[in-house]
T-cell receptor
């Protein structure tokens, strides 16, 4: 079983839609979680950190549920420019990031 | 201020050959990590270097080795290349103590390695 699992998608949504991604993790020792965005064959870029109390940044909201060991990302009012792969990432005391395989989002006009 | 730079951007090798990839960290960063990203997968942690020593290693065979120089730049070496080594190799740099300074983790644009 992978440490971080995501639905690969693709999620095809129209502009303006709200879309949510979930991610589950198996290592309860994971300390921190993040969502990264990756455009086609480019480097991953940090989108936002994820906290148990929830974290909102404009149209993006991230949530961590430690009891159920899942992380979510909500994107409201989707834009064409949101089309990308979204990577769920965990950080453990090993100082290494554990990436999920990514969820592909395609926002359509 | 240059970010993380990697070279070369693309590389084609044949099975059995050896390859060296290079990474210069962002100014002020002293820790370099390497990741392998196969097509359709997320990046997988290879190893991390700090103070010229390998500090942490992922689940990769000994064919994968690295080095960090006094100026904090780093090299990734892969021996006896296999077809399955074809991937995007990403370098990431940070300041000491990733857990406390994660927001300062920067990725380079990667080296695309194709093994034929």
């Amino acid at each position: 079983r992978k440490e971080v699992e995501q639905d690969p998608g693709p999620f095809n949504v129209p502009e303006g839609a709200t879309v949510a991604f979930n991610c589950t993790y198996s290592n309860s020792a994971s300390q921190s979680f993040f969502w990264y965005r990756q455009d086609c064959r480019k480097e991953p870029k940090l989108l936002m950190s994820v906290y148990s109390s929830g974290n909102e940044d404009g149209r993006f909201t991230a949530q961590l549920n430690r009891a159920s060991q899942y992380i979510s990302l909500l994107i409201r009012d989707s834009k064409l420019s949101d089309s990308a792969t979204y990577l769920c990432v965990g950080l453990t005391g090993r100082r290494a990031l554990t990436f999920g395989s990514g969820t592909r989002l395609q926002v359509q006009p | 201020d240059a970010g993380v730079t990697q070279s070369p951007t693309h590389l084609i090798k044949t099975r059995g050959q050896q390859v060296t990839l290079r990474c210069s960290p962002k100014s002020g960063h002293d820790t370099v990590s390497w990741y392998q990203q196969a097509l359709g997968q997320g990046p997988q942690f290879i190893f991390q270097y700090y103070e010229e020593e390998e500090r942490q290693r992922g689940n990769f065979p000994d064919r994968f080795s690295g080095h960090q120089f006094p100026n904090y730049s780093s090299e990734l070496n892969v021996n006896a290349l296999l077809l399955g080594d074809s991937a995007l190799y990403l370098c990431a740099s940070s300041e000491t103590g990733l857990g406390l300074t994660h927001e300062k983790l920067f990725f380079g644009s990667g080296t695309q390695l194709s093994v034929l």
